[in-house]
């Protein structure tokens, strides 16, 4: 059965900080894997996502995500994060969603 | 085109009642999931529909069931509501939903269920 863990539930950064937030899956199949971001009142967006190919991948806003396949990981990066970077972020591995992590920045 | 809709908004109900939301997903889309938000359990699956039939199941009970209809518009049903299912109710579609063509989920803005 398919799953997806994210460690982090709350990740409290200061502007400029870096970012590594974690996510690992279970399945033993081809994966669609993605990244979504819920800001303040908003709805849940996709933040970049990776079928096959390069497993470095760039999203929106300066994030990207690197797929280790031996760490069944798919861990979500930004070099430094912005107080409007603020929100909830979810991995997802097909339509199967991680709890999500709460990053605050604060400025 | 027109988003992910679901409705509706804002919904209050006492304990022991039963609720149906709707959801109606992008034109094309053949998948409608859906989820539950809180605060403390992050976005839970519930069950994703494709061609009217449910294809994945999270583990809640009984009691929330679904359905989907041939232009792919889906409903969600909660019976004999308890306090705990005060939550977000998120709907989303894709146009395959799992598999390896499995595009991204279009989320709708969700309806918030209290129940008193």
């Known amino acids: 059965a398919q799953s997806v863990s994210q460690h982090n539930h709350h990740v409290i950064l200061s502007e400029a900080a870096s970012l590594e937030l974690g996510c690992n899956y279970s399945?033993?199949?081809?994966?669609?894997l993605f990244w979504y971001v819920q800001y303040p009142g908003q709805h849940l967006q996709l933040l970049l996502k990776?079928?096959?190919?390069?497993?470095l991948v760039k999203g929106i806003k300066g994030f990207e995500a690197e797929f280790i396949k031996s760490k069944f990981s798919f861990n979500l990066r930004k070099p430094s994060v912005q107080w409007s970077d603020t929100a909830e972020y979810f991995c997802?591995?097909?339509?199967?969603f991680g709890a999500g992590t709460r990053l605050t920045v604060k400025p | 085109k027109a988003g992910v809709t679901q409705t509706p908004r804002y919904l209050i109900k006492t304990r022991g009642q039963q609720v149906t939301l709707s959801c109606s997903p992008i034109?094309?889309?053949?998948?409608v999931s859906w989820y539950q938000q809180t605060p403390g359990q992050g976005l839970q699956f519930l069950f994703e529909?494709?061609?009217?039939?449910?294809?994945n199941k999270g583990n809640f009970p009984g009691r929330f069931s679904g359905r989907q209809f041939s232009n792919s518009r889906s409903e969600m049903n909660v019976s004999t509501l308890e306090l705990g299912d005060s939550a977000l109710y998120l709907c989303?579609?894709?146009?395959?939903?799992?598999?390896?063509?499995?595009?991204?989920?279009?989320f709708g803005q969700g309806t918030r269920l209290t129940v008193v």
């Open positions: 990776y079928f096959s190919g390069d497993p």
């Open positions: 997802a591995l097909d339509m199967r």
């Open positions: 399945y033993g199949g081809t994966v669609n």
């Open positions: 034109s094309g889309h053949r998948s």
């Open positions: 989303a579609s894709s146009f395959t939903g799992t598999g390896p063509m499995n595009t991204e989920a279009f």
């Open positions: 529909y494709f061609s009217e039939t449910q294809r």
